[in-house]
């Protein structure tokens, strides 16, 4: 029961790392099936990685497909976004390289409605998808500028709200998802500031969200048996941030912005 309403209800869909079992919506670990060979993730992981370089992109939000399409609610195709950060890779033998750090938003496996920040990497990232497509917006060279000195400062912890929900409502505080943290992120970086309440006015003035089409019913029901599900933060009929809304946002107001789909 638990599983079949999270299917129906997630958006920030399970996490990548092979580790940890379970079934949560943004955790490092999770219990996606495996359905690629390791060699296959690692060559989509290299070209996606490729593409970013190919863009020069500094800074870009990324994101994956957890769950087959026909598990997600309408409106919504990628279950995790976070931000990838070329970066000074330290390697497990003592080397430093240079490469694409991606900054998440996790839950916590053995506790689902409370988040962290972690650091993984394209492997990582990719390597639970049911599908291989990925994701990728690109930020204006000066957005990405205001990004990269903002996730490197305190500012960017900040902003992140360890109460979580999967159907995060972007526009008040109280829950929060991965979604949600990158909007905050993006609008921190845009309006300089990290003050959450001018963030989420910001919010309510242009960002439109993505209504979240389930049967009420089923939102009670998410809502009581599953502690990633939280509708207190809805007054009205929930809506949550998506990567599509997000970038249909950055690409109307962040001129200079570019979406990108890359697959095998």
């Known amino acids: 029961m638990r599983q079949l309403i999270t299917c129906i209800l997630?958006?920030?869909?399970?996490g990548t790392a092979v580790a940890a079992p379970g079934f949560s919506s943004a955790s490092l670990g999770g219990g996606e099936t495996t359905h690629f060979k390791a060699e296959e993730i690692i060559t989509f992981a290299k070209k996606v990685?490729?593409?970013l370089a190919s863009k020069g992109a500094h800074v870009a939000i990324l994101a994956r497909m957890g769950?087959?399409?026909?598990e997600m609610?309408?409106?919504?195709r990628f279950t995790h976004v976070a931000f990838v950060v070329y970066s000074q890779i330290?390697?497990?033998d003592g080397r430093t390289l240079p490469g694409y750090a991606i900054h998440n938003l996790y839950q916590y496996d053995d506790k689902p409605n409370t988040s962290r920040l972690e650091i993984d990497y394209p492997v990582d990232f990719f390597s639970g998808v049911a599908h291989m497509e990925a994701g990728i917006l690109i930020p204006s060279a000066e957005l990405q500028q205001r990004l990269v000195q903002l996730i490197a400062s305190p500012a960017y912890a900040s902003l992140h709200e360890p109460r979580y929900s999967v159907i995060a409502n972007p526009y008040n505080e109280g829950r929060q998802n991965c979604t949600e943290f990158v909007l905050d992120v993006i609008n921190s970086a845009i309006y300089q500031t990290s003050n959450v309440k001018q963030l989420k006015q910001v919010a309510q003035k242009f960002f439109v969200a993505q209504p979240v089409e389930v049967n009420p019913f089923k939102l009670l029901l998410g809502s009581v048996f599953s502690a990633e599900v939280a509708t207190s933060?809805?007054?009205?009929?929930?809506?949550t941030a998506t990567f599509e809304r997000i970038s249909d946002y950055l690409l109307k107001f962040d001129q200079g912005a570019e979406l990108l789909t890359v697959k095998p």
């Open 10 to 14: 997630s958006l920030c869909l399970l």
């Open 49 to 51: 990685e490729r593409t």
């Open 67 to 70: 769950r087959p399409l026909s």
């Open 73 to 76: 609610p309408q409106g919504m």
């Open 90 to 92: 330290q390697t497990a």
């Open 233 to 239: 933060d809805h007054p009205v009929k929930p809506v």
